[in-house]
């Protein structure tokens, strides 16, 4: 992050958006959309003598020994759990049109890692700049990482 950028702060919930907006911020609300290109993955073994359970992340990772059977195969989930179906950046009263700001938390999910084994990161947080009416991301500034392993 540029020091020079000013801080957009996010709102996640109607409290906090009502908040900002008493306090002089205008929230410029946006749906809070999950997107199919993050996900991560998880493998469940279980010990057949106690029946404790390990979770994986990793493909290199399976158990090799034969007390541990696979309960559930390698899935694909969305490993975030977001409170409110909506959320708002938190908008300055005197941000002016063309500013470059940091949006400390994105509310659109945008990938911003990706790893061999098929799990894709979301960007937690970007360049953008403001446009008199709404935020245009500068996902380009931000390289897309492939995480090998």
Known sequence: MDNNLR?????????????????GYWPLVKPVIPSPL???KYAVYQNQTSGEIKVINDFRAEPTTKEMDKVIDF????????ESPYAAYLIPADIKSGER????????????QKWN????????????????????????????????G
Not at 75 to 80: A, D, G
């Open 38 to 40: 993050i996900k991560s």
């Open 75 to 82: 899935t694909y989930y969305y490993p975030h759990n977001f």
């Open 117 to 148: 084994q098929g799990d894709s990161y979301r960007l937690p947080s970007c360049e953008a700049i403001w446009n008199g009416k709404d935020l245009i991301l500068q996902v380009r500034s931000v390289a897309s990482e492939m995480i090998v």
């Open 7 to 23: 801080i957009i702060t996010t709102a996640r919930t109607l409290e906090a958006i009502n908040k900002g907006a008493k306090d």
């Open 101 to 112: 700001v940091w949006l400390i938390d994105l509310i659109e999910d945008v990938v911003g």
